[in-house]
């Protein structure tokens, strides 16, 4: 990062002015995921001004960009070049936002439907540079596979929501588009859905993604066309035409389906909260009341309940996994499962360390962090 940069001096200003009163900053992007996790307290501290695509190397599968470049530019720029962010990250336009941004990505770590066959946003972060609390701009990683020792506090930005500091640049490892595509359709009750996926998970087939919903049970297969026709006659089941199966997994992806359209109404309504529950991909149907919706061949499982926090996380800690509630009225609950120790250590120590009058997005995380 250019260190003469207005906007970046900008940034730099405003938290120098509060480092005093410790007065709390909320760090704002896009504002697609100002739902998600802990309510965001503090003055606004806005990324947008810093934009554009700083450096991109197709044939090098790299590319660098400024936080708060819009997913849809960076995207579009991509897919000149036949290339693409393999992950999906959500851009959740239903949440009126005005357009969710390379910073706001990284720091909630959140994927999109693929994160089980190609790795998560965590997986593609090569380098990162940031805004400490004490308006220091660092630098970690950088556009190379392990070029880092110790801490690899790049990749830890990735899910920190904006505690540790104001995420300024992301340098990313990108992809080809896969050659091919399919999706086909099986109907399958739960168990047997699981059971399947598990079967198929054991073959050499190009599985990308999976989504099974009210007794239906959609595949997509993505990779060589060679490899994803000889798994489509392999396979079986019914053949979307891509017409309605795009359609279908960007709706996936950016929870404008059906079945997440009708948990934010519910949500709305106040009487049930939307969690998202990751367990190991083998575990067996979770029994709570409900709707649900399983991705990632069993390892996430969306949770439209009215049963409570308690319950949701000993279901899930049960099977190995954890709950997080992703959307709901009141979070009284916690919105993430509480840390235990060590874990709970070490994370208030990185806080101490990059931010120590703890004013990034206070408790947008766990209490006191």
């Known amino acids: 990062m250019n260190s003469t940069d207005p906007a970046l001096q900008t940034l730099i200003d405003q938290v120098l002015a509060v480092q005093s009163a410790a007065t709390p900053l909320n760090i704002c992007g896009g504002g697609s995921k100002s739902f998600y996790g802990e309510a965001p307290l503090g003055e606004p501290l806005h990324t947008t001004g810093l934009t ?17 470049t819009t997913l849809i530019e960076l995207e579009t720029v991509l897919a000149e070049r036949g290339q693409c962010l393999p992950f999906e990250p959500p851009h959740f ?7 969710a941004t390379v910073g706001g990505m990284v720091a909630a770590g959140l994927s999109g439907p693929s994160r089980a066959s190609v790795g998560a946003v965590r997986d593609y972060v090569l380098g990162a540079s940031m805004l400490n609390g004490k308006g220091e701009v660092l630098s970690f990683g950088g556009q190379v596979m ?15 929501m904006g505690t540790l500091g104001v995420i300024l640049e992301v340098s990313l490892k990108v992809l080809p588009m896969a050659p091919a595509t399919a999706t086909l359709r099986f109907q399958l009750d739960q168990v047997s859905a699981l059971e399947q996926l598990n079967a198929w998970g054991a073959l050499p ?8 919903w009210d007794g239906t049970l959609l ?24 017409a309605h199966a795009s359609p279908f997994w960007d709706g996936l992806r950016n929870q404008t389906d059906e079945y997440f359209l009708k948990a ?22 979770l029994i709570l ?20 926090a308690a319950k949701v996380r000993e279901a899930a800690a049960r099977v190995g996994g954890h709950a997080s509630l992703f959307m709901a009225k009141h979070k009284a609950g916690g919105a993430f499962a509480p840390l235990k120790s060590p874990l709970d250590r070490i994370h208030r120590d990185l ?15 766990y209490p006191g962090m």
């Open 351 to 365: 806080k101490k360390a990059f931010d120590p009058a703890g004013v990034f997005n206070p408790g947008r995380l």
């Open 205 to 212: 087939l190009p599985l990308n993604a999976s989504a099974w």
């Open 289 to 308: 009341p409900g709707e649900q919706l399983i991705e990632w061949h069993g390892a996430q499982r969306w949770l439209c309940t009215s049963a409570s």
């Open 146 to 160: 392990k070029n880092v020792a110790g801490y690899d506090v790049s990749r830890l930005l990735a899910g920190s």
């Open 264 to 285: 934010q109404a519910a949500v709305a309504g106040g009487s049930v909260a939307l969690w998202r529950v990751s367990v190991p991909q083998t575990a067996n149907p």
């Open 219 to 242: 595949l997509r297969l993505r990779g060589a066309l060679a490899a994803v026709q000889s798994a489509v006659a392999t396979l079986g089941g019914d053949l979307i035409e891509p």
């Open 52 to 68: 554009g695509i700083s450096s991109y190397e197709p044939s090098e599968l790299v590319v660098t960009a400024r936080a708060g």
């Open 93 to 99: 336009v239903t949440h009126g936002a005005t357009g």
